[in-house]
Every structure is written in C-alpha cells, then in structure tokens.
C-alpha cells in the first residue's frame, strides 16, 4: 500500500509558487511548514518504501520494485515522458540510504522532491552524488536532506535554468553543492537559483561554484566545514541575500565567503555585478577573501568576530567595496590589504562603515585608489597607505 499521513495528503494544501519554488502557508515554524510541504501538490511519478521494499509508480503503472533506493527513485524519473519540454515532477516519499559511488541523475525538464533523509554510505570516487545532473536545462531540486559520506550532495556540471530549493546537508565528508562547467569551459553554467542552503560537516566546501553566469542565493548557513561556507570561482551576475558562518575553514586560509579565479571579471574589467547582503562569520578561518584577479564585489554588511585567519583579505583584486552599509569586527585576524607578484595591486578598494574592535587594519603594499572611510577603530590600530 501506498504511506499515508501529512505528506502525502498535503496536495490538498494551497500552495504559492514563486519563482519555481513551492512556497508553504506561513503558519508555524520553518521546519514544521517545509515538512508539510514536501511532497505536497501534483507530480508525474514516486517512489516510496513500504516494509523495506521500494516501488515507483506513474500514475497506475508500477515500474519498479525493490529493495534499492536508487535504484527506484532512477525507475521513477525514467517514466517520466521521453522527449520532454516542459518540466515533470518527482516525488520520494521517504528517505534511505544511496551507496557514496552511486548517484541519482537528473536530466532536462525534471523536478525532484525528495522527502526525508538520504542517508550517503561507504566510499567513492568522482563526480557521484546523491543528486547529479550534467549537459541538462530546467531542473529543480525543490527539498533534499543528505547525511552520510557523500562525495558531493548536489553536483551539477553544465547546467541551465537550475532551482534548488531547500537544501539540507549534515554530512561527514565530501563537498556540499558544487556547480560548475569544467565539461565545456567555453560555456558558462547559467541561470542558477538556489533559495536555502544548510551545510555542515564537509571535508572542503559548504556551496562550491564555477564558471557560472546568473547566480542567485537567498541564504548559505554553513557550519563547521573544513574550508570555505561559499566559494565562488570565475562566477559572474551574481545576487547572494546572506553567507552565515560558524567555524567555517578552521586553521586553513579559507573563509566565510570567498571569491578566487577571476571572479567578478567581465571581459577585461571588474563592473559591479557580485553583491552579497551580509557576510556573518564567527570562529573559523577568514570572514571575507577576495583573490586571484577577482573583483566588481560589493558586500552590503559584515558581522565578523573572533576569527583565526584574516577578518578580511583583499589580494590583487579590482573594484571591491567592503561594507558599503555597514559592519563590524570583533577580534580574530587583522583586515589586510595585499598583494602577490605574478597578478596586477589591488585597484578601487573601499573599506568602510566598520567598526573595528581588538583588531586592526593594514594596507601593505599600496593599492591603487584604495579609499579607507568612515571607520571607527576600538582598541584597534590602522596602518594603510
């Protein structure tokens, strides 16, 4: 028999669609309305489990049954219409566990909801993820939860018009969401949108892209991964609402949020086109790190204490501004300034509204155009050009 109880009759639930998001009531906590929602609405074909036994299903037709998740959740797509141009939906009813050299892949026009945990066993190598897609257009991941030993929760390689919704990831290796077009780096990934990201526990990255062209992200909490909560290569036209981070690159050079490889760059120049509302980092390595001919960043707020590494690094980039409403830094690393030999000094920097406490900023060598304004210092020293 098919499950029954709050997800499965929430299709009588109105919902909101927003953005190719399904939105739930705003009634009651966060947590409690995404679980209601999940799985809530129309679809084309499940999966589900019952007594340890896995069965897809389109419509009235049974295509497949078993005792591997993948296995029928991969059934469950491949029912989907042959040929299609329109997107068709997905619904995983219960969580399981996904073997870490396995993956469930996404092609063109597919919506999946996974309901539960997919709990990530074993080892790997590669590009296997839990949800993979590669050389695809319009595909949307509206709810995942992930534990385990994942090599990647989500990897996309190539991809356009991409909706991840609510992404939950508490896992003990691997790299969160990786994003990228190393399969054809003459064209950019484009057109990626992704509302909510929680990430924990990776062995590198939180949130992960490159050579991407259109980035849109509402909020990247990351806690505890080894290296950057949200890392942003050769990236362009990107919006990002709140990078927040705990302990987020202990001990290494990485950060909160960091930009590297030309990111920001357009043609030849640095135009204003990454902005990010608040970087919020406690603990860990950097806060904020931009580097490597990176550039047209602006981030609106900082909120920074007590980390081990740089509060702020800014390395041979262009048109940077830092806090352009406000921020503050409280203790861990100094804001540094600098610049390696082999790429172009720093150019257009500004650093200001912050308030700056048992720390200090320092500027060395000198920039081009580096602009230092409006910054109150406690306890705190300053040493620019």
Known sequence: MRPTGIGWRAAAVAVAVLGG?????????ADVRAAADCGSGSFHAEAYSNGGTWTARRGG???HTGTDMRAAVQAAIG?????????ERVVVRQGGTISAGARISLPSHTVLDACGTIDVTGSGSGDQAPVYSRGTTDVEVQHLRVTGTPLYGVF???VTNVVLGQIDLRVSS???????NLGDTSVRSRNITIGDVHVSGTSTHGVETYGVDGLRIGTVTARGTRDSGLLLNNTINATIGTVDAQNAGTGTGYAAFRVANRNGRIGDGYPTNV??????????????FCVSESGGLVVDRVELSNTGNNAILVENCHNVTIASQSGTVNGGGEIRLAARGEFANNSDVHVQNLTVTNSAIRESPCGNNTVFRNNSLVNSSIDVC
Do not use: E, Y
């Open 21 to 29: 998001l399904v939105t739930p009531p705003q009634t009651g906590s």
């Open 61 to 63: 037709a049974v295509v």
């Open 79 to 87: 029912s989907l219409t042959a040929g299609r141009t329109s997107k």
């Open 156 to 158: 996309m390689r190539n």
């Open 174 to 180: 691997g790299l969160g969401v990786r994003i990228d």
């Open 275 to 288: 902005r990010v509302g608040l970087v919020r980092a406690s603990g860990g390595g950097r806060g904020v």
